[in-house]
């Protein structure tokens, strides 16, 4: 893959917690690459620093130390990390985090209007990757009216909308059962191949197992291969 952008590249990063007078080390020099097209699954026991780590690629936490380039821009020495969010990363929870009161559709647009889509753009950008998805029919219904599978299909279509060269999913398969678990995750593989974005999934799930290019495995705050 030596000629497909690597959307990250993470090297030596390192987390410290302060906890009263001690120091906690969380992650101890991380390397971790990723390509544009790839699909990476990051497994790891609870406590093991999955959720640090994804923080930090997140640019929702900062490393104590390291280097983190997402994309081709150097994180490291950013001052406004939510630019970083809204330009370059897509998200995916497990509680599916869309806001009641609106549609598919404009759960979607939102997301795109923080981007800086606004008007019809936005709405085009949101129905296209809405039915990319599965729900074309389902755009104008609320969350309430939507199955926990469909609900994951629209925050995979939000994650997606603008074609963000990252998308970073935490547990995105753990409140779904288990045919709508592996519909989802095929689902999810197929588009980020089809719009070119890297993803990164942080799983218990060993289904993530079948779609992903490469496993990592943490534990104590490293990467074990």
């Given at each position: 893959m030596n000629n497909v952008m690597k959307v990250i590249e993470a090297s030596g990063i390192r987390k410290t917690f302060t906890e009263g007078k001690e120091q906690v080390d969380v992650l101890h020099g991380i390397d971790l690459d990723l390509h544009a097209g790839e699909v990476v699954a990051l497994e790891g026991r609870s406590?093991?620093?999955?959720?640090?780590?994804?923080?930090?690629?997140?640019?929702?936490?900062?490393?104590?130390?390291?280097?983190?380039?997402?994309?081709?821009?150097?994180?490291?020495?950013?001052?406004?990390?939510?630019?970083?969010?809204?330009?370059?990363?897509?998200?995916?929870?497990?509680?599916?985090?869309?806001?009641?009161?609106?549609?598919?559709?404009?759960?979607?647009?939102?997301?795109?209007?923080?981007?800086?889509?606004?008007?019809?753009?936005?709405?085009?950008?949101?129905?296209?990757?809405?039915?990319?998805?599965?729900?074309?029919?389902?755009?104008?219904?609320?969350?309430?009216?939507?199955?926990?599978?469909?609900?994951?299909?629209?925050?995979?279509?939000?994650?997606?909308?603008?074609?963000?060269?990252?998308?970073?999913?935490?547990e995105p398969t753990a409140n779904l059962d288990s045919a709508s678990g592996e519909q989802v995750l095929t689902m999810f593989r197929d588009l980020a191949k089809e719009e070119n974005c890297g993803l990164l999934v942080v799983t218990h799930d060993p289904r993530v197992r079948t779609v992903a290019d490469r496993v990592l495995h943490l534990e104590d705050g490293k990467i074990i291969h």
């Amino acid at each position: 893959m030596n000629n497909v952008m690597k959307v990250i590249e993470a090297s030596g990063i390192r987390k410290t917690f302060t906890e009263g007078k001690e120091q906690v080390d969380v992650l101890h020099g991380i390397d971790l690459d990723l390509h544009a097209g790839e699909v990476v699954a990051l497994e790891g026991r609870s406590g093991s620093g999955k959720t640090t780590l994804l923080s930090i690629i997140g640019c929702i936490l900062t490393a104590s130390s390291g280097n983190l380039t997402l994309a081709g821009e150097q994180i490291s020495k950013k001052s406004d990390l939510s630019d970083v969010r809204r330009r370059l990363l897509g998200f995916v929870f497990q509680q599916f985090n869309l806001f009641p009161p609106l549609t598919a559709r404009e759960n979607v647009e939102y997301a795109l209007n923080l981007r800086g889509w606004r008007g019809r753009k936005a709405r085009q950008e949101a129905e296209r990757i809405l039915i990319a998805v599965g729900l074309e029919s389902r755009m104008q219904f609320l969350p309430q009216d939507l199955s926990g599978g469909q609900k994951q299909r629209v925050a995979i279509a939000r994650a997606l909308a603008g074609r963000p060269p990252l998308v970073l999913a935490d547990e995105p398969t753990a409140n779904l059962d288990s045919a709508s678990g592996e519909q989802v995750l095929t689902m999810f593989r197929d588009l980020a191949k089809e719009e070119n974005c890297g993803l990164l999934v942080v799983t218990h799930d060993p289904r993530v197992r079948t779609v992903a290019d490469r496993v990592l495995h943490l534990e104590d705050g490293k990467i074990i291969h």
